[in-house]
Every structure is written in C-alpha cells, then in structure tokens.
C-alpha cells in the first residue's frame, strides 16, 4: 500500500499543537479548513503552525475564493512562504462546499473559482493582472513578503465534470468521500476513529470521536439525493424539517466536522457509524486504506476530531502503518 499520510484539522486554536504533533508521528503534511464560521481563521492558524514545526507541509484544505480579495489571499501565501519556505508550502482550493453553506450561501462557480487561482498565481508570479477593471501587482518591498516569483503546489477539490476539469489543470486534486482516478496526485479526505481492541462502534468514546463523520454522511446524502441509502436518512431529513428555511444552514452546520448536534444525536449511534465505516478497528482501517489506494488514491488526509486529538491522530497512524 503506497500511500502518503497526512492530517485534515478542524483550524481551531488549538490546531497548531496538533500540527507539531502530527509531525512528530511522521505526518508528511497538515491540511486546515477555511470555514470561517465554525473555524480559526486559516492563515493565522498555519502561521502559529508553521512557529509550532519543523519539517511536515502546510496547506489549506481548502481554501474559499469567495471568502477573500485575491491579493488578500497572495499576500497570504508569500507570508506562509517566507516563514518555512515553498517547499512546505500547498495550495488547496475549492468552490467553497462548508465555507459558502455556513454562510447560507452556494458554492461558488467553478468559472469564478478557476480565474480566482489563476490570478493569485500570477500575482505570486510577480505579473500585473487585472482584477475588478483595475491592474494589481504585488509591490511589496523586501521583509514585507517573500521575493516573487513564488511557485507552490496547487489542489482543487473537485466533485462534477466542471470541477475535474480545473483539477486536470492543478497540480492534483483533493476528493471526499471517495478517490478520483485518473490523477497521479490525490489527497482522499478521511475521517472517523480507530476502535480500541473490543470495543464497540456506538461507545461513547467512539461517537465523541467520530459521531461527526456520521453526521456528514447524512450532509452529503441529503445534497447529493442519497437519503434513502442512508439509515433513518428521512427521519434525520425530517428533523430538520421544522427549522426555517433561511436559518436551517445554522442548524446543519452545528458542530461540523467535530461534534454531534443535539438534533443529530438521536441517528448517530453504532450502527451508522459502523455503517458509514466511520469507527472501525485498525485491520478494517487497514484494508479500507488499501481499497482507497486501489481506487486511486496517493495520499489519505485523516481529519482526527473529539475531546482526544492525539490519541486519534496517534491511533490512525499505527493502524495505517499496520
């Protein structure tokens, strides 16, 4: 199984410990999330990251275009640059699927999303684009940002044939839940816990752990009209019925990706998580690895959550080394 290893994190204040962490368990790299209404801000927590490390990368998984004004997000990733250098450094970018939901927004269109990557690009190039009907050029002198041009790796997470074709144009590609074939760089977004010898998947600890990733799965389910392949996928859907239609993202999005809501915790039990392969032992994890690989995989992103991070991000790493 040729598989990298890296780590997704919840980009909370606590994230850049995790990071230091996670590299002293040989994690290659650390992705953070760019949900600004359920996360630390980005770019603050990779720079504490990159004060916190020596060695393990440093990217953004992924970054929201919509969020911020392509300069802001250049200038950003010069200052990232600057302080561990290009080698560290990824780029990962998307149309903003928690980013923009949180805020009760869509995803933004790949059109948008592509030119948005391309400018930051030629900033980080040195070039003078046009952005908003006005040329705009870093002017940074030296000690204000790092020296142009500045070349680092490129992610797109793509879903849809519109997605795939702005990551055939990237450096490679980031998928959830399932591996994209066809790209010789594809960081698979993974979550759940490892299961303790004879422990039971609906145990406290596990649903603290990994009742989240569960959670998601009803998420995705529901926007992608997969409901009814989903246990008690209708009544879940149902619960949320009664919460209004312009607030119902602020319920959704209650603990994402960490926690399990009030209103989730009645479907999150054993039983899903087992289902949803969320809380399985280290030999099931092991096999569920080299199943990813065989899809098409080249590097696993474990999002480790819960009140134990170590011990998730501890327990990945020996199930994944076997």
């Given at each position: ?230 246990p008690d996928g209708e009544r879940w859907a149902a619960a949320y019925a009664e919460v209004p ?78």
């Amino acid at each position: 199984m040729n598989l990298t290893m890296s780590c997704a994190l919840n980009t909370s204040l606590e994230s850049p410990e995790h990071a230091r962490i996670a590299e002293d368990l040989g994690y290659s790299r650390a992705w953070f999330y760019d949900s600004p209404a359920i996360c630390a801000d980005v770019w603050m927590q990779l720079a504490r990251a990159a004060d916190r490390t020596e060695r393990i990368g440093l990217g953004t998984g992924v970054l929201v275009p919509a969020l911020r004004h392509p300069m802001v997000t250049a200038t950003a990733i010069a200052g990232l640059v600057a302080q561990v250098g290009t080698e560290r450094v990824t780029v990962g970018f998307g149309t903003g699927f928690t980013g923009r939901l949180t805020l009760g927004q869509r995803p933004s269109r790949w059109a948008y999303v592509a030119h948005y990557a391309e400018v930051v690009k030629r900033l980080l190039r040195g070039e003078t684009v046009e952005w908003e009907g006005a040329p705009i050029q870093m002017l940074h002198h030296d000690g204000f940002a790092a020296v142009r041009p500045i070349e680092v790796p490129w992610v797109a997470a793509a879903i849809g044939p519109k997605g795939l074709a702005v990551a055939r144009e990237q450096d490679g590609v980031f998928s959830v839940p399932d591996p994209l074939p066809g790209f010789d760089w594809c960081v698979n977004l993974t979550l759940g816990t490892v299961l303790d010898d004879g422990e039971d998947p609906g145990s406290d600890r596990a649903i603290a752990a990994a009742g989240h990733a569960a959670s998601l799965w009803f998420h995705f389910a529901m926007e992608f009209g997969g409901l009814d392949n989903v246990p008690d996928g209708e009544r879940w859907a149902a619960a949320y019925a009664e919460v209004p239609a312009e607030t119902r993202h602020l319920e959704l999005h209650d603990g994402h990706l960490w926690s399990v809501s009030e209103r989730d915790r009645p479907f999150v039990d054993g039983r899903v998580l087992a289902a949803s392969g969320a809380a399985m032992s280290a030999a099931a994890w092991r096999d569920r690895l080299a199943e990813l690989a065989s899809n098409g995989a080249t590097e696993i992103a474990y999002q480790p959550a819960g009140p134990d991070v170590p011990r998730e991000l501890e327990a990945f790493a020996t199930a994944m080394r076997g």
